[in-house]
Nanobody, 116 residues
């Protein structure tokens, strides 16, 4: 099974920026879709953004124009650049990656807290 480790979370004031990273390791032949999800307290986990192995991207309406997802295939890493952060972006952010043979894996999450 592929292991995913997120980093880059923290506390930031509204309007600030953070960059999340998610590094994949283990038996990797090819990583297909890589995604970021988030889960706020008392809410369901929601898709924030994904990127395919051909660099097509999708963003949730709530983050469009503020967040940018990117990937480094040589490093098996996906990034989430988050700008103009709002208090409602506060959540635990999870990385998900789909490996060609083993399927999807989840990271343990990284906390993002945006103060007003």
């Amino acid at each position: 099974q592929v292991q995913l480790v997120e980093s880059g979370g923290g506390l930031v004031q509204a309007g600030g920026s953070l960059r999340l990273s998610c590094a994949a390791s283990g038996p990797i032949s090819r990583l297909d879709e890589m995604s970021w999800y988030r889960q706020a307290p008392g809410k369901q986990r929601e898709l924030v953004a994904y990127i395919t192995n051909s660099d097509s991207t999708y963003y949730a309406d709530s983050v469009k124009g503020r967040f940018t997802i990117s990937r480094d295939n040589a490093e098996n890493t996906v990034y989430l650049q988050m700008n103009s952060l709002k208090p409602e972006d506060t959540a635990v952010y999870y990385c998900n990656a789909v490996e060609y043979y083993s399927g999807p894996s989840w990271g343990h999450g990284t906390q993002v807290t945006v103060s007003s």
